[in-house]
C-alpha cells in the first residue's frame, strides 16, 4: 500500500523574521513517500516545528538540521523562529 500523506505549511513569523527563515523541503502537496523537512537560516535564534497544527513553541520541536517525516495521512508542518534578529 502506498503512504499518503498532505503537507501544509504554516509559517508564524513576523515579517521581519520571514527573510531570515526559508523553507526548501517539503513543498506542499500529496506524495506517496518520505519528505524531508529543510529550512534555511541565518542561524540567529532558535526555530521550532510542529507536524500536528500545534505551536512549535510551546509542544513542538528544536530544529537543528533536517528532519525526516514518515507519517501517514495528513500533515501540517508549523514553523517558529525566535530569539535575536542582526
Known sequence: MKKLFFILLSLILSANLFAKLKVLSPIEGTFANRQMLVLETDGSGECFYSLNGSDPET???????PVLIDMDGPVEIRIAKTGAIK
Open 59 to 65: 509542544s513542538g520541536f528544536a530544529y537543528d538540521g
